[in-house]
Structures are given as C-alpha cells and as structure tokens.
C-alpha cells in the first residue's frame, strides 16, 4: 500500500497486524551498516508498547540527526514497556558468507532473542529468507512503519558506537567521521594504510588495494 508521505501513519500496519493476529504482539525488524567497507553490520528488533501507551516521536534513522537519533534511543532504551534485542555479524564473517546473509542472519537471531517471541514481524526490505517468525516484508519500511523505525534508530545508533570503539582502535581511516563508509578520506586512508583487519575484504574497494589490477605495459608501434 502505497501512502502520502506527508500524512503517514506509522501505526497503520501495526494496527492492521494486530487485527488479523488477534492483538498478539509484533515487532519491527530493520537493520544498519550493510554498505560500508568495514565495521559489523547489525540488526535490531523491537516490540513496541500498544499505540496509546507510546509517544515518542520515531521515524526512519536516515532522516534524524545524530542528536535526535541518540536521544531516540536513549529513550526506547529506558522504557521499560519496549523491548528489543540486538544481533551484529563481523566483518571477517560477512567476507565468509556474502553481505546479505550476513545481515539476514543477523535478523534471524535478533528476533529469536525477544521474549516473547512475537506473533508477527513487519521488517524493512526485501523478503529473507527462512524467517523465524510470521512476516510482513515492507520496501522502505522504516519510512513506514514505527516498530521498524524504532529498530531502525536503535540498530544505527548501536553501530554508529561500535564505529567510535573501531576508532580508537584504528584512528587512522577516521571511523569516527565516515562510521566505514567509503568517503574520500577513508579511501584515501586505505590506500596510505592498507586495510585494517575490521575492513571487509570482500568489498572490491578493499578488494582492490589488496590486489591492485596489473599495470598495463605501453608498447610502442610504428615505424
């Protein structure tokens, strides 16, 4: 169902799960980090308490400030009607299975977490496969929907502190900035450096300064 983006109501789906579920719980499922070149990639899931117990203003983590963001999650965090659960995969085991089993795994585990386990899942994308749960799969559902919007904030807010922890410790690509996006600066940084052992070496950026193309020699011809 396709709706005005400027009159969203991000409880529709919910409101609509709970009705064919017989008001039995659901959780948003959405995920961060599948497309820098280092750092984990994490997913989040998150039950929200019924509509008219909760108020906090979320929506989808890309169109939030940092500041917003951490103050979003600090929130969900501290209420003790929502519950969630977090799930990351390495970089070492994204370059062993492939991004996006990495990241459906990650989705997996974070709803085997909850408890209770919930009746229905509304996660953000494409469809993944062997689900554990009954589920609804909505394109740009953070936009959507605000139990993916909350894991949404909650999945980005958590990587985003796992990229300051990567900077401490490799404070030479600047994680601290481009959370292992490839900016100018990172790359540039990896071309000085090498790779670091949390760079995804699967990625052809990384892939490349590990294995450069050979240089083509110039022949001359003619007379």
């Known amino acids: 169902m396709h709706r005005n983006s400027s009159s969203i109501d991000m409880f529709y789906y919910e409101r609509q799960a ?3 579920f017989d008001g039995t719980c659901l959780a948003g499922v959405d995920e961060a980090g599948r497309g ?4 984990p ?3 989040a899931a998150v039950i929200l308490p019924v509509e008219d117990q909760f108020s ?9 400030t940092p500041a917003k963001r951490e ?5 969900l965090r501290a209420n003790p009607k929502v519950r969630f659960a977090i799930a990351e995969r390495s970089a070492e085991h994204i370059d062993k299975i492939n991004i996006l089993e990495a990241t459906h795994e990650a989705m997996r585990e974070c709803i085997l977490q909850l408890d209770p386990r919930p ?5 953000d994308g494409l469809k993944v496969r062997n689900f554990p749960v009954p589920a609804q799969f909505l394109v740009k559902g953070d936009a959507l929907s605000a139990s993916i ?9 958590w990587r985003d ?8 410790l490799y404070p030479a690509y600047g994680f601290i900035r481009n959370k292992g996006y490839g900016t100018k600066e990172h790359l540039s940084a990896l071309l000085e450096h090498g790779p670091c052992p949390e760079h995804r070496r699967s990625f052809a950026p990384v892939a490349r300064v590990l294995a450069p193309p050979p240089e083509q020699l110039f022949l001359p011809f003619g007379g």
């Open 18 to 20: 709970s009705l064919t």
């Open 36 to 39: 820098p070149l280092a750092g």
């Open 41 to 43: 990639v994490v997913a």
């Open 56 to 64: 906090l203003p979320v929506a989808d983590s890309k169109t939030l």
């Open 71 to 75: 103050t979003l999650a600090a929130a």
């Open 119 to 123: 009746a229905l899942a509304l996660v």
């Open 149 to 157: 919007a909350a894991a949404s904030i909650l999945a980005k807010t």
């Open 161 to 168: 502190q796992r990229m300051l922890e990567l900077d401490r």
